[in-house]
């Protein structure tokens, strides 16, 4: 079943845009509200941002949690399964933090997500719009993200831009 990209800046309401889409699609279909959380909780704001959100999506949502292995995680996930991946660019980052081979690791979700029987949102930030960064990470960061959400977005059935809490379906 094709997946579904979501994509928008920091704050712009594409997560609750997906988990909105999930439950809808749950409420039909009685399927099983999958999350899976890329955030690490490095300090205390992080750990209190993550145990809201959690509690926020309510007991109906299974989270689980896949910092580095998102493919990994989707693998025993089935057809009944409605699955929200939040975030790609938190995921991004502790590859890269990791010192992982970022494009290995992209070609494996998108292989991942391709192949997923269920339904899957996968939602990102669009790091793209702004100023060159001044420093080498910053913009091997913004790179890799484009080069992720370009593969994803070609293999996506669906990729969505959500910006100030409007969705435009691009594709």
């Not at 009685?30 to 205390?44: C, H, K, N, P, Y």
């Not at 989270?63 to 493919?71: G, K």
């Not at 990994?72 to 699955?83: C, E, N, T």
């Amino acid at each position: 079943m094709p997946f579904t990209l979501v994509l928008g800046g920091a704050r712009s309401g594409k997560s609750a845009f997906a988990q909105a889409a999930a439950e809808a699609l749950a409420s039909e279909t009685e399927g099983r509200l999958v999350m899976i959380a890329t955030a690490q909780a490095f300090d205390s704001e992080m750990a209190e941002r993550i145990a809201r959100h959690r509690k926020d999506r309510g007991r109906a949502w299974t989270t689980l949690e896949a910092s580095l292995d998102i493919a990994g995680a989707l693998a025993p996930l089935g057809a009944k399964d409605i699955v929200v991946v939040d975030c790609l660019t938190l995921w991004l980052s502790n590859l890269m933090l990791a010192e992982r081979d970022v494009a290995t690791a992209a070609a494996g979700l998108v292989e991942a997500a391709g192949r997923f029987p269920g339904t899957l949102w996968l939602v990102s930030n669009e790091v793209g719009f702004g100023i060159v960064p001044d420093n080498a990470l910053a913009r091997r960061f913004r790179d890799e993200a484009g080069r992720l959400h370009q593969a994803l977005a070609q293999a996506a059935g669906a990729v969505t831009l959500v910006v100030a809490g409007l969705a435009l379906r691009l594709k």
